[in-house]
């Protein structure tokens, strides 16, 4: 079962007791359980708080948390020093659970132990260097540290069955709690500016709150359409099988330089090569150029039934690094229907642009997993949730094609595209559709003419409490049900997600018979879901 829903919290103007911490409300991909804040986060009282602490404080959604953090400030702290204490406190809490880490490690005769305390190391990396940036880091990358957080604490849920497993899992509760208050605070000052005493707790599309449509300037919106990936990119380094620089995409990667500024290409000619690739952290701009959809193949088969791999592990080709770029190439995972979670793309990096790429799995092909990424003129198919993760991402003119799910796909299945995972109201993330497509793959259609009534396809369901996804202008096959949305289980996330419509067409776009729990974007906010407004991609996406 879900944990229960979070108390409403009440302003701090009144200045008597704050309410005890809510329960961080979400789940882990395929029903893992999720953090709440400790006890021990919490202050005695919060009756010898200074002012200027309580009114920041009532911003946040882990109220006890904050005063404690902030325990150390004066009566006359400015917000910024405030949020600088909070950032310097949050900072301070990663090294310890890095040393946690290491010693799980080291301690472990266990695969699957050590596996997670492995990626735990990774995401608490990612969460450091997230902070890192001077003075402050933006909202985005200080929600994304939240989200390494949770990634850690979810990576120990799977084999908590140990004191030290659980006390670990316990530190990173309070470090959440911190990292959550810190990004409430971030998203209020965005709001309201610096007058603490008009703070409040974040607010969703829920709440009537939107997200700010004035990012970019209509003079500043780019022709969406005019985006994407530059042809005609000298190459730096080509892979083939014979008479190239590389015979492996992998070799090609590990050549480029680290944290080089410029974009180094990788030519992959035509051909299949078998293997897993990874972009780390340090390899930062790097570009697949392929010869086509299906004429350039990257493949592998990894899934998370294999001991000691976990569904971040599964990835054909998983990203770490910024400015990650692809085209006209397929990315697939061979798993199999029967495998469970078996990613073929995961982008951790910000500004990854995927232009003309298919992807090509069945549970979880596409891993969005963090920061900003652009996907345009691509091809994602898959069998359920195979669109996932918790970055700022735009899918626009892209085919999504639900593939049979089971070894007996005459048996019938419930499909969800997507599963966007925010957990955070204040995290600025989501997954918007503009302009796409949601079909069936020919045997798919086969299956589903033959009996209707047991395909059943839905536009998305709630990975997390906060999931935001939202379809614009899209044209929607008859495949997709009349309710539009699926839940999770029971009526988790259901009064807390945001999931909208805008212009669907097609025979599967049925807004009168939609579940209540779903809307129809007005109007007047369908531009805070644009490219420009919602990744800033007017920044950073080039002329295709």
């Known amino acids: 079962m879900p944990p229960p829903p979070a108390p409403r919290l009440l302003p701090l103007l009144v ?16 029903h893992r359980s999720t953090p709440s804040p400790s006890p021990a986060a919490a202050p005695a009282s919060s009756g010898s708080a200074p002012l200027a602490v309580l009114l920041a404080c009532n911003a946040t959604r882990f109220q006890p948390a904050c005063v404690a953090t902030l325990s150390g400030a004066g009566s006359d702290a400015s917000a910024s020093d405030l949020l600088g204490a909070t950032l310097t406190a949050l900072r301070a809490r990663i090294p310890p659970a890095v040393s946690t880490a290491k010693s799980v490690l080291a301690a472990s ?10 990626n735990c190391l990774t995401f608490l990396s990612l969460s450091s260097r997230r902070l890192a940036p001077s003075p402050a880091p933006s909202l985005l990358s200080a929600s994304t540290a939240l989200l390494h957080l949770y990634d850690c604490w979810s990576a120990y849920k799977y084999v908590n069955f140990s004191r030290a497993i659980s006390d670990a899992m316990a530190y990173l509760d309070e470090t959440i709690s911190v990292n959550s208050n810190y990004i409430s605070m971030l998203a209020a000052r965005q709001r309201y500016g610096d007058e603490t005493s008009l703070w409040r707790p974040p607010q969703t599309e829920r709440d009537g709150y939107w997200p700010p449509a004035a990012a970019a300037s209509k003079e500043a919106e780019p022709d969406v359409d005019a ?15 014979a008479g190239c620089d590389y015979k492996t995409v992998r070799e090609a990667v590990a050549a480029a330089p680290d944290y080089g500024e410029g974009p180094f290409v990788v030519r992959v000619k035509e051909g299949v090569y078998r293997e897993t690739v990874s972009v780390p952290w340090e390899k930062t701009n790097v570009v697949l150029v392929g010869d086509g959809m299906g004429r350039t193949v990257i493949t592998g088969d990894l899934n998370a039934d294999t001991p000691g791999v976990s569904t971040f592990n599964t990835a054909t080709v998983g990203v770490l690094a910024d400015g ?14 029967d495998a469970h979670q078996a ?26 997993h963090a920061m900003r990424h652009f996907y345009t003129r691509c091809r994602v198919a ?18 999504l094609v639900v593939l049979p799910r089971q070894l007996r796909p005459d048996k019938g299945e419930n499909d969800a595209v997507t599963a966007q995972g925010r957990t955070d109201p204040a995290q600025p993330t989501g997954i918007v559709l503009s302009s796409c497509a949601v079909n069936g793959s020919d045997e798919y259609m086969a299956l589903y003419r033959q009996n209707p009534d047991a395909h059943r396809v839905y536009l998305g369901r709630p990975w997390k409490e906060y999931s935001r996804t939202v379809y614009l202008r899209c044209t929607l096959a008859e ?10 289980k029971d009526d988790f996330a259901l009064s807390t997600l945001y999931y909208g419509e805008f212009g669907s067409a097609g025979p599967g776009a049925a807004a009168g018979r939609r579940v209540a729990w779903s809307s ?13 407004n919602f990744i800033q991609g007017h920044e950073w996406i080039p002329k295709a």
């Open 324 to 337: 990650f770029m692809a085209r006209d190439l397929t990315i697939s995972n061979t798993a199999g229907p």
């Open 109 to 118: 005769s266990n695969v699957n132990l050590s596996n997670a305390a492995t």
């Open 479 to 488: 495949i997709v049900q009349p309710q539009g949305w699926m839940p999770w």
């Open 227 to 241: 985006l994407g990936v530059p042809r005609g990119l000298p190459a730096n380094a080509t892979v083939c099988a």
């Open 520 to 532: 129809q974007v007005p109007e007047d906010h369908v531009d805070a879901y644009s490219v420009a």
């Open 382 to 399: 898959g069998t359920v949730d195979f669109v996932f993760g918790n970055s700022a991402a735009v899918l626009h003119a892209t085919a």
């Open 15 to 30: 200045l008597v007791l704050l309410h005890l911490p809510s329960s961080l409300s979400s789940r882990h991909h395929h």
């Open 343 to 368: 990613v073929a793309f995961r982008s951790t990096g910000d500004r990854t642009v995927l232009d003309g790429v298919e992807l090509l799995g069945h549970q979880d092909t596409l891993y969005a």
